[in-house]
């Protein structure tokens, strides 16, 4: 049976104030008491002092910890997946440097995402300098004992990135794997549905190679405007209501997904303006997310 470990996405659920000095922090050291979330996916930029708080909440509380570094890329204009070799070697050589922060607050897991789909003519030279970038991101991980997750995006609809459909994510990471243990998927239900999958056998197909679920919502009717991956509020005339939550978690357990270390889950709808508003967005995203576990059968 697979053990559920609640996950609180600060970067997307905070992310107007996500760079706030101390404003992470703050934030674990204060939501740790309504002992709920046992894991947390942090960004990047914070000073020495702030990740030794870090530290020292998730060690005390015995909190799982991934850092994400989809900001640290995006906003460098780096690309792991380039068709510019010397790009996707820059790229690289930021994350591997990135390690010995990600150490400091304890990080278990490092998630990233990858570049645009160079289309269809070089599509397999990018995945070729994609997989060299994963091997040796690995190599470097793991002398810090850290997982790299890799997050597969819409290939079609929106994002339009080389990763990708969960087939193209396992075969890829089936070949990491061959030398690096240390890789998994961090699954997102919009990216899946947007590229047309059915979500249930994509759980079937990622199976252990899954490390965490992000629940995020989706219109998928190409005639609405809001057709595409938004990060949009959980329910109608998204895809995902909490009913489907609670159908999705029943199928990982149904699959024995991370039956031995646990699945790490996390609802993910994007705050905005400021923080009283970031912090309704969250115990909301709290409620919804303990609903649907507590629906599960015993």
């Not at 380039?82 to 930021?94: C, F, M, N």
Request: proline share 3%.
């Amino acid at each position: 049976m697979t053990e559920f470990i609640p996950s609180l996405l600060v970067p997307e659920i905070f992310h107007p104030i996500k760079r706030e000095k101390n404003f992470t922090a703050d934030l674990l050291e204060s939501i740790v008491e309504a002992n709920f979330y046992k894991s947390v996916e942090l960004g990047d930029g914070f000073d020495k002092q702030e990740r030794k708080r870090i530290l020292a909440v998730t060690e005390k509380n015995r909190i799982d910890v991934t850092q994400w570094l989809t900001f640290l890329i995006e906003e460098n204009k780096l690309d792991v997946s380039s068709l510019d070799t010397a790009l996707r070697k820059e790229t690289v050589r930021t994350v591997k440097e990135s390690l010995p922060l990600a150490a400091e607050i304890g990080a278990k897991n490092i998630a990233i995402v990858t570049g645009d789909d160079p289309g269809p003519e070089r599509w397999a030279e990018g995945i070729e300098g994609l997989y060299e970038s994963l091997c040796e991101i690995a190599e470097a991980a793991k002398e810090y004992k850290m997982n790299l997750l890799i997050e597969p995006l819409d290939r079609f609809a929106h994002k339009k990135r080389i990763i990708g459909t969960t087939d193209e994510t396992v075969e890829l990471l089936a070949r990491v794997q061959e030398t690096y243990g240390n890789v998994g998927i961090a699954f997102d239900t919009a990216h899946a549905a947007l590229n047309g999958e059915d979500i249930f056998e994509a759980l079937e197909k990622g199976g252990d190679l899954i490390h965490q679920i992000h629940f995020s919502n989706a219109v998928l009717d190409t005639k609405i405007e809001l057709y595409g991956d938004f990060h949009m509020e959980i329910g109608e005339p998204g895809f995902l209501t909490v009913e489907k939550i609670s159908a999705i978690l029943q199928k990982a357990d149904e699959c024995g997904i991370q039956a031995e270390n646990g699945l790490r889950v996390a609802a993910e709808v994007r705050g905005k303006v400021d923080k009283e508003n970031c912090m309704k967005n969250e115990m909301n995203l709290r409620d919804i997310l303990g609903k649907a576990l507590q629906s599960l059968p015993v």
